[in-house]
């Protein structure tokens, strides 16, 4: 298969995403495109998976903002949305497209949260390392970072 990454409009993008995960990110999307890039992988030039990389406080980490100030800090960027459509689930597309932004962008520390605990196995097989967990009202998050094998010290 042809894979492409490649830095996307927020149209294709967002018409990516399930309605819950757009009417977290649209309506506040003009405060944050000028501090943030999607990436989308595309297979026929169609989007089949994507993401959004912000270099400041994304919508869904206000709640926290103190601890995402934290990581922007020491010059990581935050991961979030990060989306792969029904129909190319299981068969590692996450993993090509995680790949792709590591490949693009080799020095670039980052940091991500997920709400589902099951996520935690997919990004630490795929290079991030789990941090702590977090409070979000009465929910729990949980914080990973990503540092290139380059950037790690022996």
Do not use: H
């Not at 490649?6 to 003009?30: A, G, H, K, M, Q």
């Amino acid at each position: 298969m042809n894979f492409q990454f490649r830095e996307t409009t927020d149209t294709d993008f967002f018409d990516l995403l399930p309605l819950d995960w757009r009417n977290s990110i649209v309506p506040y999307w003009d405060e944050y495109k000028d501090n943030s890039n999607i990436y989308g992988l595309y297979l026929n030039s169609k989007i089949i998976a994507g993401g959004i990389v912000f270099n400041t406080c994304s919508p869904d980490m206000l709640y926290n903002e103190t601890e995402a100030e934290r990581w922007f800090n020491q010059n990581y960027l935050y991961v979030g949305f990060i989306w792969v459509a029904e129909e190319y689930r299981n068969q590692k597309i996450g993993s090509k497209w995680l790949t792709a932004l590591f490949e693009q962008f080799p020095t670039q520390r980052f940091w991500l949260t997920v709400e589902d605990e099951n996520l935690i196995k997919f990004y630490t097989k795929n290079g991030f390392q789990l941090i702590k967990s977090l409070k979000n009202e009465n929910n729990t998050e949980w914080l990973l970072t990503y540092t290139p094998p380059t950037l790690i010290k022996r």
